[in-house]
């Protein structure tokens, strides 16, 4: 009554084949749909593309108000997940008690990891834009955008504390350093890549968030540049959105176009974190 | 002279300022229930919690407002079911292939490209959905309207592929290996392994993948918006255009919303509804994480 | 009685990487008998424990040469087109560290004979029973076979684990130092079960205890840097050993 080893055997091989075939399919769709995009988009991108504002006529609109407004955007919140991110982490790490607090502040970090992006717009809108009146400005999408990037931050940050050899941290104090002298002068500079690598991944998933910047008031049709971090904007995002819901087929090039810097600059932040990763891997000897 | 006094309060101000920017993460959830909250209470005072829930129309900007969630939780449920339809199975199915059938050679170089892949933005995601998917669909179904739940859910399952392979694989190789020695020296395939001692094992972990999935395709807003349709529509069926929680605040926002308006309320009624939605799967995806620990 | 050979080892040398493990290793395992192999860390006795089964080829680094001649069927089991499932269906292993499923007990040691397509409830609790009654257990946990095992002690745990090879009725099992994570009295009760296990089932154990060996075993053999030193009745080979190296590690000078 045994079922025969030759037809489990059969089995398992058909299973790793189906396997095989579920993982080789998926990689293969996704990559046609971006290769499809960069045929459909690529062509599109000339030096008039980056230089030119949008415009109602399809071949005349150009990206400079998205990606100014991008890079301005950036920076703001870069430097506020900086700030408030590293800091987070390290009072998470260095200074912290185990015992309620501390799991209150961590189980919002994964709950708030977890949470949809439109959420943080609205609280957003009704606390930087009315509230504290900042208006849909450059300011409000910065601070709104490092909420959003906040807990990938202080993941990366508090690992990379952690990766550091305490014998070291020992050594700091022995020698009379401070709790914070120590911080300063060791454990944030030989954790530095760590946190890089963090601020890094935080900035190429806030690089093409559309929804929240959306529900701030971002505006869609910006023909100018912003001067201050008060003044409206737009960024990449919401310009591809804006031009596909065009009905004409010639902005849907645009935003083909539009799409392909994006993916652009995601992969490209996403590798160079990939890439300090593994250096930092290989040239760590403690 | 050498007391511990003397250097202490510019230190201090520095940890008094790290505990605030950790306290942050807690200020940002309560400043999301609250202002969801404090924004949608006038709106459930003028119309009542019943109208909200019963009402199969969604209309709120017509002279005779309708208030009814149901068509935009509906448009909700049915791209999450779909994308999750699809995304589940093949997910966890390349997951076990990835930990159990290939090399650590092998998912060391995959692993780094599904993680690219799960990175990229979801605006992008909406093009694929309106400008690839539903021409390739409509080939099949010529009724295909230029909107649809189901191109939009579709889509959708793709973008969270990557998030439920990369956390079941996670959760696959978390099994210990003595285990697997112990089934192949029993005679077992690597399949029958996989199937019938890995994946039970790893199931706590596996669900727990799953539900953010689910999570993740709730509050999914870029697709839907592009793809699904505009008009909030009580249907079941996939083929149809429908609006879904998501795409309906987007579509608000887009025009005007001047402070205190009705508009501008419902998006905050919506929204609160979704945060309940997504904090009851958070929470239940916490449940099934804190169960790991216990199997072994 | 006649003895017979269960298992003929010819020529198995045995590398990892580059490296060779196993050196031109000669042995007979003699049918229903338990024999051991003894030998410092790093002798090889392991190595060549698991060559038996073809637990090896789960490491894609490591290759055996040479012959391991199953008897009576006089199979070569490390030839290529030797397929491992039949080998494990007549080779069982028990490990170090237990390693029971998170599965009810009964289903742990149904586990090998529902592989095999047994379906029949009643045939199915007849020999989960019988091998556990093999492996000394039966009596401390015939009223909780619904239960997780992992809510047994790690000496039961351990006898749950023998009890799961020997369900389907192995010709061989091996055992790989299988009470050296557990008490004293674990230890001395699977000790005791061994007496009862070679009745049925040839038996090749790896242990590092000395003790053990010469307690429990018919047959040893004495490992050393990869090469078999010397081997033959357990009695005599402790009370005189003929190489001077053995003698050394049985009087403790090393180990």
């Given at each position: ?286 | ?76 449920l049915m791209t999450t079911l779909i994308a999750c339809a699809v995304a ?60 649809s739940l189901l191109a939009a859910g579709l889509t959708m399952s ?59 395709a ?20 996939p ?58 | ?255």
């Amino acid at each position: 009554m045994e079922t025969s080893t030759s037809r489990r055997k059969l089995f398992n091989q058909l299973m790793k084949i189906l396997g095989l075939l579920g993982l080789g399919l998926s990689l293969v769709i996704l990559l046609t749909l971006i290769f499809d995009l960069i045929i459909r988009g690529g062509s599109r991108i000339d030096f008039n593309f980056l230089t030119s504002f949008p415009s109602r006529r399809p071949s005349e609109a150009g990206l400079l108000s998205a990606w100014v407004g991008t890079l301005f955007v950036m920076l703001i919140t870069a430097v506020m997940t900086i700030l408030v991110g590293v800091s987070a982490a390290i009072y998470l790490e260095e200074y912290a008690k185990p015992g309620p607090m501390s799991r209150l502040i961590e189980l919002n970090i994964l709950n708030l990891s977890a949470m949809p992006s439109i959420l943080y717009g609205l609280l957003a809108l009704g606390i930087f834009v009315h509230q504290f009146r900042l208006g849909a400005s450059l300011l409000t999408a910065g601070l709104t955008l490092s909420l959003l990037v906040l807990p990938i931050v202080i993941v990366s940050s508090r690992e990379a504390l952690r990766a550091l050899p305490p014998n070291l941290k020992e050594a700091s104090f022995a020698l009379g350093a401070t709790r914070f002298q120590t911080l300063i002068y060791y454990q944030l500079p030989s954790s530095l890549s760590g946190i890089m690598t963090g601020v890094i991944l935080a900035l190429s998933r806030a690089i093409g968030e559309t929804a929240p910047l959306i529900t701030i008031g971002a505006l869609t049709y910006i023909a100018f540049l912003p001067k201050s971090i008060m003044d409206p904007f737009t960024v990449l995002p919401i310009q591809l959105f804006n031009w596909l819901s065009r009905p004409q087929p010639a902005f849907h090039v645009n935003a083909a176009a539009a799409g392909v810097i994006l993916l652009f600059l995601t992969l490209s932040l996403n590798l160079l974190a990939i890439y300090i990763r593994i250096r930092v891997r290989k040239s760590v000897k403690w | 002279m050498g007391t511990r006094q003397s250097r202490g309060w510019v230190e201090k101000i520095f940890e008094t300022w790290f505990a605030a920017c950790a306290y942050l993460s807690v200020a940002v959830t309560a400043g999301i229930v609250l202002t969801l909250v404090w924004e949608s209470w006038p709106f459930f005072q003028q119309v009542g919690l019943v109208e909200f829930l019963f009402e199969k129309e969604w209309t709120p900007l017509f002279s005779d407002a309708k208030f009814g969630i149901q068509p935009l939780l509906l448009g909700t449920l049915m791209t999450t079911l779909i994308a999750c339809a699809v995304a589940v199975p093949l997910g966890i199915l390349i997951a076990a292939t990835l930990s159990e059938f290939m090399s650590s050679r092998m998912r060391q170089v995959i692993k780094p490209v599904i993680e690219l892949l799960a990175g990229i933005p979801s605006v992008i995601f909406g093009y694929f959905a309106l400008i690839v998917v539903t021409p390739f669909l409509q080939k099949w179904i010529p009724s295909l309207p230029g909107f649809s739940l189901l191109a939009a859910g579709l889509t959708m399952s793709f973008m969270i592929l990557p998030l439920i392979v990369s956390l079941s694989e996670d959760a696959l190789q978390a099994v210990p290996s003595s285990l697997r020695e112990a089934s192949q020296a029993l005679g077992g395939t690597v399949w029958e392994t996989t199937w019938k001692v890995i994946l039970p094992s790893a199931s706590s972990g596996i669900i727990s993948a799953c539900i953010l999935g689910v999570s993740r395709a709730i509050g999914e807003t870029m697709v839907v918006a592009i793809a699904a349709g505009q008009q909030p529509h009580w249907t079941l069926d996939p083929t149809e255009p429908a609006a879904t929680m998501t795409a309906f605040m987007v579509q608000v926002a887009l025009g005007d919303l001047p402070h205190g308006s009705l508009g501008y309320q419902t998006v905050f009624v919506v929204g609160l509804t979704l945060l309940l939605m997504t904090l009851a799967f958070n929470f239940l995806a916490l449940q099934f994480r804190s169960r790991i620990r216990k199997s072994f | 009685m006649v003895e017979s050979s269960k298992l003929s080892v010819q020529n198995l040398q045995f590398f990892y990487k580059s490296q060779q493990v196993l050196k031109n290793i000669f042995l007979d395992v003699t049918e229903k008998k338990v024999t051991a192999l003894m030998g410092p860390s790093g002798c090889g006795k392991t190595t060549l424990l698991r060559c038996v089964n073809l637990m090896h080829e789960l490491i894609p680094e490591a290759s055996a040469h040479g012959k391991i001649l199953l008897q009576p069927q006089n199979v070569n089991l490390l030839s290529d087109d030797m397929d491992p499932l039949w080998v494990r269906q007549r080779v069982g292993m028990v490990f170090q560290k237990p390693n029971p499923f998170p599965k009810s007990l009964f289903e742990n040691v149904a586990y090998g004979l529902r592989l095999r397509g047994l379906k029949n409830k009643s045939e199915l609790s007849g020999r989960v029973e019988v091998a556990l009654k093999q492996a000394g257990l039966w009596v401390e946990v015939s009223d909780r076979m619904t239960h997780s095992a992992l809510s047994l002690s790690g000496g039961q745990q351990q006898r749950l684990c023998i009890a799961r090879a020997l369900a389907v009725e192995p010709e061989v099992l091996l055992l790989d130092e299988p009470t050296s994570a557990l008490d004293p009295i674990s230890t001395a009760h699977i000790e005791e079960q061994l007496s009862e296990i070679k009745k049925q089932v040839t038996v090749m154990m790896v242990t590092h205890n000395l003790h053990q060996a010469a307690r429990c075993s018919d047959e040893t053999v004495f490992m050393l840097a990869g090469e078999i030193i010397e081997k033959g009745k357990s009695q005599k080979l402790f009370t005189n050993p003929q190489d001077k190296r053995t003698e050394s590690y049985i009087t403790g000078r090393f180990g």
